[in-house]
């Protein structure tokens, strides 16, 4: 942290008082990632905040014009290394939308349940860090103790830990091993039988609500002027949720058990509730989808391509509930193997500009509480 001042000139050319700029990161804990937070502050409390992004900043965007269709998705599921296979998914179904084809319902379903299972493996993350940052170490070993049942089921049907590439246009790579389905359920149960954790260790606990209740809160009109989508606009009132109110995959199907969890109060304790109670619902609709797979009878799970794949041109937008919030994915084609261009829209982009309405009139201390509450990925951010 850098503090440096700034003087306030009065009447008279008189100095009036002086405030203070505190740079916070790009390397800092509080942060969680290279992000920058350049803060104005009068004594004790933050006049101004700016997040000055870029420091990861890779390219993604200009690097699909580069590489086929095949090959984008590797790019793709990288920008958010807690959602790959969410990230894979926009981008096929922006290609699979372009190309007017249809998926096997075996690959819908699949996709659909390894989409909540890495909803589930995202929002863990945020439940064990955000209690970290505030002074809490213990749920942080929880959490991973649950990612881990999580992503060995995963890890079996694609070989990746983090970056699965399992999504092809047309479909999944391959299909499911034998006995995996019983594997997927019985880790399900495993991780629903001890997620009583966060609700009575962290909810429970009267510190880290005395943190977090009041703290930062969110009006809808700041997530409608920004763009503030997923679980924290949710935490603010706004009942959107693509996934009920413009279903893709399998969501049409699963309307009975799918569950939109909002909250009115817009603050800090707000935005952990809908996380952990939407993380409740995930595990619910992975059960639903291995129920459904359960009954559908054999059959293919990709398409079968051609060796050079070629969009028609033309242009399509396709957008996915990710767990962070909306992503969306803009695919102009000119009729080439390669995509003319691919513009990200990615939720962690969006939802952290809103830090400039929400630090200014709070203090110091609170900010890492703030920061904390956006559930932030700073890749997606800077893609």
Not at 153 to 170: A, D, K, T
Not at 199 to 205: C, E
């Amino acid at each position: 942290m850098t503090p440096t001042t700034e003087t306030t000139v009065g009447i008279g050319g008189a100095a009036e008082s002086t405030d203070m700029v505190l740079n916070i990161g790009p390397q800092h804990p509080s942060t969680h990632g290279v992000l920058r937070l350049r803060l104005v502050l009068d004594g004790e409390r933050i006049v101004r905040a700016e997040p000055v992004i870029g420091y990861m900043h890779r390219g993604a965007e200009k690097l699909f014009e580069a590489r086929d269709y095949r090959q984008i998705i590797v790019l793709a599921n990288r920008h958010d290394w807690l959602s790959a296979f969410s990230n894979e998914l926009g981008v096929v179904l922006a290609v699979e939308r372009m190309l007017g084809m249809e998926v096997p319902e075996r690959a819908v379903w699949t996709r659909t349940l390894l989409a909540e299972l890495n909803r589930v493996l995202n929002h863990l993350m945020f439940l064990g860090s955000y209690p970290l940052e505030l002074g809490g170490i213990t749920p942080v070993f929880y959490a991973f103790r649950e990612r881990e049942v999580l992503q060995n089921v995963m890890e079996e049907i694609s070989g990746g830990r983090m970056h699965y590439m399992f999504n092809r246009v047309g479909g999944l790579k391959e299909d499911l091993p034998a006995g995996w389905t019983a594997r997927a359920r019985a880790a399900v149960a495993d991780v629903r039988s001890r997620m009583d954790v966060f609700d009575d260790l962290v909810l429970g606990n009267e510190i880290f609500r005395g943190r977090t209740r009041g703290v930062g809160a969110m009006t809808p009109e700041t997530v409608h002027a920004y763009g503030v989508s997923g679980p924290i606009a949710r935490a603010s009132g706004v009942d959107f949720d693509l996934r009920r109110d413009e279903p893709y995959l399998a969501y049409g199907d699963l309307q009975d058990t799918l569950k939109v969890v909002t909250r009115s109060e817009g603050d800090c304790l707000a935005r952990f509730e809908v996380l952990l109670e939407q993380t409740h619902n995930a595990l619910d609709l992975a059960d639903a989808c291995l129920d459904r797979l359960a009954v559908l009878l054999p059959g293919p799970i990709n398409q079968r391509l051609p060796k050079v794949l070629k969009a028609p041109e033309g242009h399509t937008y396709a957008w996915t509930e990710n767990p962070l919030g909306i992503n969306g994915y803009y695919l102009v084609s000119k009729g080439e193997k390669t995509p003319y261009r691919l513009k990200l829209r990615s939720a962690s982009y969006n939802n952290i500009q809103a830090l400039t309405e929400l630090l200014p009139g709070t203090l110091v201390a609170d900010m890492v509480a703030i920061l904390g509450s956006m559930f932030f990925v700073v890749g997606d951010i800077d893609k």
